[in-house]
Protein backbone atom coordinates (compact mmCIF):
# COMPACT_ATOMS: atom_id res chain seq x y z
CA UNK A 1 0.00 0.00 0.00
CA UNK A 2 0.96 3.21 -0.68
CA UNK A 3 2.59 5.41 2.48
CA UNK A 4 1.00 8.46 3.52
CA UNK A 5 3.55 11.77 2.80
CA UNK A 6 3.03 15.31 4.26
CA UNK A 7 5.60 17.67 3.16
CA UNK A 8 4.96 21.15 4.24
CA UNK A 9 5.56 23.98 1.60
CA UNK A 10 5.53 21.72 -1.07
CA UNK A 11 4.00 23.98 -3.34
CA UNK A 12 7.16 25.33 -5.10
CA UNK A 13 11.05 25.06 -4.66
CA UNK A 14 12.47 22.23 -3.04
CA UNK A 15 9.78 20.70 -1.18
CA UNK A 16 7.35 20.52 -4.68
CA UNK A 17 10.33 18.85 -5.85
CA UNK A 18 9.95 16.52 -2.41
CA UNK A 19 7.05 16.12 -3.37
CA UNK A 20 7.15 15.54 -7.17
CA UNK A 21 9.99 12.44 -6.10
CA UNK A 22 8.08 10.70 -3.29
CA UNK A 23 4.94 10.26 -5.42
CA UNK A 24 7.27 9.04 -8.55
CA UNK A 25 8.38 6.30 -5.81
CA UNK A 26 4.71 5.25 -5.33
CA UNK A 27 3.95 6.99 -2.04
CA UNK A 28 0.60 9.32 -1.45
CA UNK A 29 1.78 12.52 -1.30
CA UNK A 30 0.51 15.36 0.39
CA UNK A 31 1.41 19.07 0.49
CA UNK A 32 0.36 21.99 2.14
CA UNK A 33 0.37 25.53 1.00
CA UNK A 34 -0.98 29.36 1.87
CA UNK A 35 -2.45 30.48 -0.40
CA UNK A 36 -3.06 30.34 -4.72
CA UNK A 37 -3.82 26.54 -5.85
CA UNK A 38 -2.19 23.48 -4.85
CA UNK A 39 0.45 21.90 -7.28
CA UNK A 40 -1.49 19.76 -10.22
CA UNK A 41 -1.70 16.25 -9.20
CA UNK A 42 -0.92 16.10 -5.56
CA UNK A 43 -3.19 16.46 -2.82
CA UNK A 44 -3.02 19.98 -1.32
CA UNK A 45 -3.80 21.26 1.91
CA UNK A 46 -4.03 24.70 2.87
CA UNK A 47 -1.75 25.36 6.28
CA UNK A 48 0.28 28.20 7.37
CA UNK A 49 2.85 26.24 9.75
CA UNK A 50 2.69 29.36 12.25
CA UNK A 51 -0.87 27.99 13.14
CA UNK A 52 -1.44 25.23 15.37
CA UNK A 53 -5.56 25.05 14.50
CA UNK A 54 -3.96 25.15 10.56
CA UNK A 55 -1.74 22.47 11.54
CA UNK A 56 -4.61 20.43 13.15
CA UNK A 57 -6.93 20.98 10.05
CA UNK A 58 -4.09 20.02 7.50
CA UNK A 59 -3.35 16.38 9.20
CA UNK A 60 -7.39 15.84 9.98
CA UNK A 61 -7.41 16.36 6.27
CA UNK A 62 -4.60 14.40 5.09
CA UNK A 63 -5.59 11.51 7.38
CA UNK A 64 -8.83 11.12 5.45
CA UNK A 65 -7.65 10.95 2.49
CA UNK A 66 -4.51 9.16 2.30
CA UNK A 67 -4.32 7.60 6.03
CA UNK A 68 -2.04 8.76 9.13
CA UNK A 69 1.23 10.43 7.97
CA UNK A 70 3.69 8.04 7.58
CA UNK A 71 6.65 10.51 6.06
CA UNK A 72 6.68 13.87 7.56
CA UNK A 73 8.85 16.29 5.38
CA UNK A 74 9.64 19.45 7.46
CA UNK A 75 10.20 21.83 4.57
CA UNK A 76 8.52 25.08 5.03
CA UNK A 77 10.76 27.86 5.97
CA UNK A 78 11.71 31.59 5.39
CA UNK A 79 14.14 33.83 5.65
CA UNK A 80 14.10 37.72 6.66
CA UNK A 81 17.63 38.50 6.25
CA UNK A 82 19.51 41.73 8.04
CA UNK A 83 22.60 42.16 10.24
CA UNK A 84 21.87 41.73 14.01
CA UNK A 85 22.34 45.66 14.73
CA UNK A 86 19.01 46.45 12.70
CA UNK A 87 17.39 43.08 13.54
CA UNK A 88 14.20 43.92 15.09
CA UNK A 89 12.31 41.21 17.80
CA UNK A 90 9.95 40.08 15.55
CA UNK A 91 12.44 39.67 12.68
CA UNK A 92 13.68 37.28 14.69
CA UNK A 93 10.70 35.57 16.30
CA UNK A 94 8.93 35.45 12.76
CA UNK A 95 11.42 33.45 11.45
CA UNK A 96 12.20 30.50 14.67
CA UNK A 97 8.20 30.49 14.48
CA UNK A 98 8.02 29.87 11.11
CA UNK A 99 11.62 27.34 10.60
CA UNK A 100 11.86 26.03 14.11
CA UNK A 101 8.24 26.31 15.70
CA UNK A 102 6.44 25.28 13.02
CA UNK A 103 8.60 22.01 12.25
CA UNK A 104 7.69 21.70 16.37
CA UNK A 105 3.92 21.85 15.60
CA UNK A 106 4.20 19.56 12.44
CA UNK A 107 6.01 16.83 14.44
CA UNK A 108 4.66 16.64 17.37
CA UNK A 109 0.97 16.42 15.51
CA UNK A 110 2.31 13.78 12.96
CA UNK A 111 4.07 11.32 16.59
CA UNK A 112 1.32 10.10 18.49
CA UNK A 113 -0.08 8.32 15.16
CA UNK A 114 3.35 6.96 13.98
CA UNK A 115 3.37 5.52 17.72
CA UNK A 116 0.25 3.77 17.00
CA UNK A 117 1.84 2.39 13.68
CA UNK A 118 4.98 1.80 14.79
CA UNK A 119 6.58 2.95 12.58
CA UNK A 120 7.71 6.50 10.46
CA UNK A 121 9.99 8.83 8.92
CA UNK A 122 10.58 12.63 9.90
CA UNK A 123 13.13 14.60 7.69
CA UNK A 124 13.72 17.85 8.55
CA UNK A 125 15.14 20.45 5.92
CA UNK A 126 18.07 22.87 7.48
CA UNK A 127 20.31 24.40 6.06
CA UNK A 128 24.85 24.60 5.73
CA UNK A 129 24.28 27.85 7.61
CA UNK A 130 22.96 26.04 10.61
CA UNK A 131 27.03 24.95 11.20
CA UNK A 132 28.82 27.08 9.61
CA UNK A 133 26.87 30.55 10.17
CA UNK A 134 25.80 33.38 7.58
CA UNK A 135 26.38 37.31 8.19
CA UNK A 136 22.84 38.48 8.08
CA UNK A 137 20.88 35.41 8.86
CA UNK A 138 21.44 34.83 13.17
CA UNK A 139 17.59 34.45 12.89
CA UNK A 140 17.93 32.00 9.98
CA UNK A 141 20.78 30.33 11.35
CA UNK A 142 19.70 30.24 14.43
CA UNK A 143 16.20 28.45 13.16
CA UNK A 144 18.39 26.21 11.04
CA UNK A 145 20.89 25.16 14.03
CA UNK A 146 17.66 24.35 16.41
CA UNK A 147 16.41 21.52 13.72
CA UNK A 148 19.51 19.65 14.74
CA UNK A 149 18.88 19.88 18.07
CA UNK A 150 15.06 19.04 17.73
CA UNK A 151 15.59 16.20 15.34
CA UNK A 152 18.37 14.53 17.24
CA UNK A 153 16.35 14.73 20.48
CA UNK A 154 13.30 13.54 18.58
CA UNK A 155 15.72 10.40 17.46
CA UNK A 156 16.68 9.48 20.93
CA UNK A 157 12.78 9.79 21.78
CA UNK A 158 10.76 7.50 19.35
CA UNK A 159 14.13 5.21 17.71
CA UNK A 160 12.67 2.38 20.14
CA UNK A 161 9.15 2.98 18.17
CA UNK A 162 10.35 2.77 14.72
CA UNK A 163 10.84 6.33 13.84
CA UNK A 164 13.62 7.52 12.15
CA UNK A 165 14.34 11.05 12.16
CA UNK A 166 17.02 13.02 9.94
CA UNK A 167 18.37 16.34 9.13
CA UNK A 168 19.24 17.19 5.19
CA UNK A 169 21.39 20.40 5.33
CA UNK A 170 21.34 21.83 1.94
CA UNK A 171 23.72 24.74 0.19
CA UNK A 172 22.79 26.16 -2.14
CA UNK A 173 19.71 25.76 -4.26
CA UNK A 174 18.52 27.42 -7.33
CA UNK A 175 14.80 28.36 -5.77
CA UNK A 176 12.69 31.53 -5.43
CA UNK A 177 14.67 32.04 -1.95
CA UNK A 178 18.03 31.96 -3.62
CA UNK A 179 17.06 34.24 -6.61
CA UNK A 180 18.45 37.31 -5.86
CA UNK A 181 21.61 36.62 -4.55
CA UNK A 182 25.50 36.76 -6.16
CA UNK A 183 25.70 33.60 -7.80
CA UNK A 184 29.29 34.53 -8.75
CA UNK A 185 30.03 35.52 -4.89
CA UNK A 186 28.58 32.02 -3.89
CA UNK A 187 29.76 29.42 -6.45
CA UNK A 188 33.54 30.99 -5.41
CA UNK A 189 32.93 28.70 -1.95
CA UNK A 190 31.50 25.48 -3.60
CA UNK A 191 33.85 22.69 -4.19
CA UNK A 192 31.76 21.57 -7.05
CA UNK A 193 31.28 25.10 -8.43
CA UNK A 194 27.34 24.95 -9.01
CA UNK A 195 24.23 25.10 -7.03
CA UNK A 196 22.25 22.09 -6.67
CA UNK A 197 18.94 21.91 -8.05
CA UNK A 198 15.79 20.86 -6.07
CA UNK A 199 15.57 18.00 -7.36
CA UNK A 200 19.36 16.75 -5.91
CA UNK A 201 17.63 17.32 -2.28
CA UNK A 202 14.83 15.46 -3.83
CA UNK A 203 16.47 12.71 -4.20
CA UNK A 204 18.35 12.53 -0.77
CA UNK A 205 15.29 13.00 1.01
CA UNK A 206 13.41 9.91 -1.22
CA UNK A 207 16.43 8.17 0.13
CA UNK A 208 15.99 8.58 3.92
CA UNK A 209 12.24 7.70 3.61
CA UNK A 210 13.12 4.66 1.98
CA UNK A 211 13.39 0.99 3.31
CA UNK A 212 17.58 1.44 2.17
CA UNK A 213 17.74 4.36 5.43
CA UNK A 214 16.02 1.65 7.34
CA UNK A 215 19.35 2.08 10.04
CA UNK A 216 19.77 5.89 9.38
CA UNK A 217 18.85 8.14 12.25
CA UNK A 218 19.68 11.37 13.94
CA UNK A 219 22.15 12.30 10.91
CA UNK A 220 22.80 15.42 9.49
CA UNK A 221 22.91 15.00 5.48
CA UNK A 222 24.65 17.72 3.61
CA UNK A 223 23.67 18.12 0.47
CA UNK A 224 26.30 21.17 -0.60
CA UNK A 225 28.27 20.65 -2.76
CA UNK A 226 31.25 20.93 -0.41
CA UNK A 227 30.61 23.88 0.92
CA UNK A 228 30.53 23.17 4.74
CA UNK A 229 32.58 19.67 4.07
CA UNK A 230 31.28 17.52 6.50
CA UNK A 231 29.95 19.62 9.14
P1 LIG B 1 10.96 28.78 -1.32
O1 LIG B 1 10.99 30.18 -0.81
O2 LIG B 1 11.06 28.50 -2.77
O3 LIG B 1 9.69 28.00 -0.72
C1 LIG B 1 9.40 28.06 0.62
C2 LIG B 1 8.21 27.18 0.90
O4 LIG B 1 7.91 27.24 2.30
C3 LIG B 1 6.98 27.63 0.15
O5 LIG B 1 6.23 26.51 -0.21
C4 LIG B 1 6.24 28.43 1.20
O6 LIG B 1 4.85 28.50 1.02
C5 LIG B 1 6.55 27.61 2.43
N1 LIG B 1 6.33 28.36 3.67
C6 LIG B 1 7.03 29.40 4.16
N2 LIG B 1 6.51 29.81 5.33
C7 LIG B 1 5.45 29.02 5.57
C8 LIG B 1 4.49 28.95 6.60
N3 LIG B 1 4.50 29.80 7.63
N4 LIG B 1 3.53 28.00 6.54
C9 LIG B 1 3.48 27.15 5.51
N5 LIG B 1 4.36 27.16 4.49
C10 LIG B 1 5.32 28.09 4.52
O7 LIG B 1 12.17 28.08 -0.54
P2 LIG B 1 13.04 26.79 -0.86
O8 LIG B 1 12.28 25.80 -1.62
O9 LIG B 1 14.34 27.26 -1.35
O10 LIG B 1 13.27 26.29 0.64
C11 LIG B 1 12.62 25.16 1.20
C12 LIG B 1 13.34 24.83 2.50
O11 LIG B 1 14.71 24.56 2.24
C13 LIG B 1 13.31 25.98 3.50
O12 LIG B 1 13.16 25.47 4.80
C14 LIG B 1 14.69 26.59 3.34
O13 LIG B 1 15.10 27.26 4.50
C15 LIG B 1 15.52 25.36 3.05
N6 LIG B 1 16.77 25.63 2.39
C16 LIG B 1 16.82 26.27 1.18
C17 LIG B 1 18.03 26.50 0.57
C18 LIG B 1 18.15 27.17 -0.76
O14 LIG B 1 19.29 27.47 -1.16
N7 LIG B 1 17.09 27.44 -1.48
C19 LIG B 1 19.30 26.08 1.20
C20 LIG B 1 19.13 25.41 2.47
C21 LIG B 1 17.91 25.20 3.02
P3 LIG B 1 4.18 29.70 0.15
O15 LIG B 1 4.37 29.34 -1.29
O16 LIG B 1 2.78 29.69 0.57
O17 LIG B 1 4.93 30.96 0.52
Redesign the pocket.
Known amino acids: MARSVLV ?8 LAIARELAAAGDAVAV ?4 GEPPEGLFGVR ?4 SMDDVEAAFEKVEAEQGPVEVLVA ?5 KDTLLAMMKEDTFTDVID ?2 LT ?1 AYRVAKRAIRPMMKLKRGRVIL ?4 VALLGSAGQTN ?1 AAS ?1 AGLIGFGRSMAREYGSRGITVNVV ?5 Q ?4 AGLDEEAIIKNIPLGRQAS ?1 GEVARVVRFLASDDASYITGAVIPVDGGLGMGH
Not at 125 to 128: C, D
Not at 175 to 178: A, C, G, Q
Open positions: TGGNRGIGTYRSCDVTNAGITANGVSSVYKAPGFVTDMTP
